[in-house]
Nanobody, 126 residues
Framework: QLQLVESGGGLVQAGGSLRLSCAAS?????????MGWFRQAPGNEREFVCA????????QYRDSVKGRFTISRDNAKNTLYLQMNSLKPEDTAIYYC??????????????????WGQGTQVTVSA
């Protein structure tokens, strides 16, 4: 069974930075999986944040985080990262790491991602 474990969340002031990590493990994990991040704020729908193909050749971001967030991965460590800069109060949410057998494409659809982590809380104060 594949496990995704997020870390790095916390409380930060607006304008600050955080770096999230997601460690993947389990015999069903493939380095060829596309990985990404979704988030959900209280009372809101879950939304796509960003994703990256297995070799980093393709990435996709939601418009509101472009230029502020950077997704990356280290396949040797089976770890996904999300560098978040210039954070805003509206970035406050639980952030979920995801993985799916998309291989060479990214998708904004949650249905395309088979595996989900438990989430890590990110809170940005004004």
């Amino acid at each position: 069974q594949l496990q995704l474990v997020e870390s790095g969340g916390g409380l930060v002031q607006a304008g600050g930075s955080l770096r999230l990590s997601c460690a993947a493990s389990g015999r069903t994990f493939s380095v060829f999986y596309t990985m990404g991040w979704f988030r959900q704020a209280p009372g809101n729908e879950r939304e796509f944040v960003c994703a990256i193909t297995w070799n980093g050749g393709s990435t996709q971001y939601r418009d509101s985080v472009k230029g502020r967030f950077t997704i990356s991965r280290d396949n040797a460590k089976n770890t996904l990262y999300l560098q978040m800069n210039s954070l805003k109060p509206e970035d406050t949410a639980i952030y979920y790491c995801v993985a799916g057998p998309l291989t060479s494409v990214v998708s904004m659809s949650a249905d395309r991602y088979t595996y989900w982590g438990q989430g890590t809380q990110v809170t940005v104060s004004a």
